[in-house]
């Protein structure tokens, strides 16, 4: 069979682009095939942004040892990778006496599996902390190592440092089937035949579809959406730490916290749905959100919402994620029901899956791997000569074409040609906020249009939200009837 | 029987314009603009038609437009499918004839935006 | 570091009326900043006839309107900058403007007038439930895309909120050849003109359905549909009035909001009903010698109420860079029972204008109602109106010869009888 690379890697989300990263490492001809037209544009576009501290698994699980690996290893990926990461802590409200002992129990459990700097804080202590928390919290869990991380950054970072280290990037490819071959697979697409040595399933909600293709072992996912209100930068201070409540009758899961860019953030709900490829908010869950989060903190003000959106979250049914080499099909790797604590557990997941495949398929080091990868400058965030300087360098620097947040012409461009680059409105957005601020891309959507078509030599009218089919226009005046 | 909503002022009578012996009473006004401008709405409504055509030449590639008077209602639509054939070069200066009598009307379709050459 | 008398950031229909005021007040050094690479600010977009009957007796369109005022820029030869973008300005009138040929600038300004205008709000701020498909624009943007770029955004179209700029979109789309199926609004009133009314959607058929909104949006990829239901008096759905619509765009016309990032960073007070900056009658902001005029201050309808504004904001500003003229005591406006805000919101008698004229909005529609103004307690003007509606700007005219001396307070309010 002929072998077009040695790893085939499904999916480009965190995980994906994680397993690509630390793939990149050796010397392995590696692609990447993602469905949608960028990567990070599945359950890695919409969740909560935590780099949770770890208290949350049972001990001994898969989740319990990756999350603490995971937001052990962020800080030092986080500066290669040149992304914001804040530990901001986090605080799990107990909001009734009979609370106590589960809280208790959440210390114990956080003990267990390693998380540093663990507290059990008064309701006083706590708010002390946290002045805007609410009046009816009793005690609280504080963990110093919970942090915040913008997922876009994280992913597309990955998949930028992947490719610049030799990794291919196939987007708008959709992995059709999958054949085991005498010494290898062969995948199917709906652009290609690719022969490989090993492929690793790292396809989120539809890793169990892909897992199907080679493996007769059971695996069912089932996508849990979840809803989220996204604030104002105006109230991105309302609370500093990541504010969790105690699993109970009243709910679980809603968390308010800052986001890694100065937001506030509330969500996610939890509702199991049928189709993986849908994701409407419903009525019904985002007033329960904004009911929810606000028993967490004092005048919760949700008149500053400047939308919602909504993510799926891969929930295979063992409970735990499932790492490693399909029992059943030899080089066939797999992260598969890849929930929370997913994003934080990235970074090891990576490493644990790219170290098995090194050593199954003898891959050395290579000696050239840059571990590096530098931000496209964020120019409202640098001090004024600094920003002169770039201008004089790059006069694109200065024509702001995103108001809300600043963003100018030349960072916009930049996001296009980079390797992974943009090639719609979201993926312009995810990678450097145009139209992400509180106008809602109201003034900037044709700007960011025209210079998409100047840069990819695409007309007007073919320029996409994200996927074929979202294209914005459906037409010219010239060719109107 | 006609009704119509009065664009006078913000009070938006609701208006009844009858035919009697070939002449028009209106009802439901609270002013005699009210009657005027059912009358003319009845008799023969006008409207002021905006748009705008393609330019070649110059810096932007649509040149806004509109006819220099209102003109009757039921000439708009032939007056949009002249319109959406004129293509003219730029440059192109505000009041500058684009079509000297859109859709038979009488009414000319002038340029309301200047546009010089690239 | 360059000094200026007077900046204007903004050089849309407010910017360009201060600036040609303030010169003809006898300001020589005058510095426009404008972010687009055109003056005229939205007036650009605006092709539609209506603007400028108070203030050229004559029915023009936006553009035609800008053009005025550019030509008399122009001929005072007041100096200007485009695609400048104001990043940060400062108490002490420090104003940072970054731009592709001059880079990162710092200007001093004696006098600063904030004409920045306002934006659309956007679907996120109405939280409407659904999937995040493309096909939804606010209707400027829309409007935009179709008079400036010259594309077509949609087929088949709902437009939710009844503001101008949704109701002249709803007529242009539809010459254009879409079908525009709908315009839901969520009060039981429209917030539009009702000449818009009539020649924007009644000339076309174009049903407008009151106390109703979207509360649901489908699609994946492209908008292909939306549901609407009947509110109830507390503007919540009604079940079971759910009523679906397959389209394929949906534009947003839900209100505007004054643009207000910089300001901000003065440190000002900030009126909660308007958004913008409160003034006083001179239309200064808390921050000496910064000035506020046009929708950036509040809301308007009328672009002519505009121009009229920044004209004062500029011979004000003028008067501040000139003579330094004397300020004194100042005393609230109130606004009460019916009359959410004034602009502005505050004056000083001893130094005020002969006339001031106090602009605001009701917060309801009010039938043969009363507006009055009391001063220290009593009232001094009682003015019969047969209807007033939040949508039309509304003003009274304060004469300094009738407010009572020594002025302890001013109240504008609505009366029954």
Redesign the interface.
Known sequence: MRKDYDVVVIGGGVIGCAVARELSRRALRICLIEKGEDVCSGTSKANSGIVHAGFDAKPGTMKAKMNLLGSRMMPKLAEELDIRFKRNGSLVLCLSEEGLPALHELYERGVANGVEGLAILTGDEARRKEPNLSGNAVAALYAPTGGIICPFELTIALAENACANGVEFRRNETVTGISREEDGYLITTDHALIGANCVVNAAGVHADEIHRMVSKLPMHITARKGDYCLLDKEVGGYVSCTVFQLPSALGKGVLVTPTAHGNLLIGPTATDVEDKEQTPTTAAELSYLTKTAALSVRDLPTRSVITSFSGLRAHEDGGDFIIGETPDAENFFEAAGIESPGLTSAPAIGCYLADLIAKKLGAEEKADFVPTRKAIPRLAELPAEERKALIAVNPLYGSIVCRCEQISEGEIVEAIRRPVGAVSLDGVKRRVRAGMGRCQAGFCTPRLMEILSRELHRPMEEICKNVSGSELLTGT??G?? | MRE????G????CSLRVFEEDGNLRVEGN?CPRGETYAKNEVLCPK??????V?IRGGA???L?V?TQTDIP?DK?AAC?EEI?RVCVHAPAA?GDVILPDVAGTGVALIA???VPKA | MKIHDLIVIGGGPAGLAAAVSARRAGVQDILILERDHVLGGIL?QC???GFGLHTFKE???G??YA?RFIAQVKEENIPYRLGATVISISKEKLVTYVSREEGLVQVQAKALILAMGCRERPRGALNIPGSRPAGIFSAGTAQRL?????YQVGKEVVILGSGDIGLIMARRMT??GAKVKVVAELMPYSGG???N???CL??FGIPLKLSHTVVEIHGKERLTGVTLARVDENRRPIAGTEEYYACDTLLLSVGLLPENELTRALDVTMSRVTNGPEVDDRLQTDCEGVFACGNVLHVHDLVDYVSEEAALAGKNAAAYVLSQPAAGRTVDITADNGVRYTVPQKLDPEHMADAVTVRFRVADVYRDRYICVYCNGERIRRIKK????P??MEQVILKKSELKEPLQSIRICTEVE
């Open positions: 005046m010239e109107r009837k | 119509l909503t009065c664009i002022c913000p009070l938006g609270t409207r002021t038609v905006t748009s705008t393609a932007v590639s649509r806004s509109r209602k708009i949009m959406k505000i309301t935006k200047n | 650009n092709i539609h006839n029915e023009l369109t553009p035609e053009a179709m008079n400036i770029e010259g010459l254009e003109l009702k000449r009314i009539v020649q009644d000339d047969r209807v007033l509606a949508g039309e």
